[in-house]
């Protein structure tokens, strides 16, 4: 009932066989060598393959597209809209890694890694938006007391 050395087939080091000759069972110990990098989830198409490439990738697009035109609004001295939209477009990323199961390659990490990367960032360049000076937009009260008590003291 056993078999030979010469009939074994060793595929990875995980299920190498032991002395006797049987393969080890399975554990969940990395093997010695890896071939290859796991997809993130969420990381395939966004479209079935037939579609073109840009259809593919359209949550990508739209997030770039939206970050590009903010770009190009802050360049013509809109500095206060442009920003707000780069923001508003990390958000939206962070919206369509949580709502959709394939979003193509913004699928970076792992799922909530990516919402929360996404959503913090952008949550943060909106708030920097809305207080950029002069005239801003949002007024946190404590913010002026910490700058004062941490310059002037």
Known sequence: MGSTPETIEVRDPVSAPDADGV???ATRRFPLFTRDTARPEGGGRAAS???PAPARQWPTLAVLGTVGLGLLLTAFDMFRLGTL???VALLGG???RWLLPGVGML???SRFTDIATY???GSV???LALMVQPNPW???PFLKDTLHFTVSG
């Open 23 to 25: 393969p080890r069972r």
């Open 49 to 51: 393959g037939a579609a």
């Open 138 to 140: 949002l007024e946190i």
């Open 119 to 121: 959503g913090a960032l």
């Open 94 to 96: 962070a919206a369509l």
């Open 125 to 127: 360049i909106v708030l």
């Open 107 to 109: 699928a970076v990490r």
């Open 85 to 87: 939209l780069v923001g």
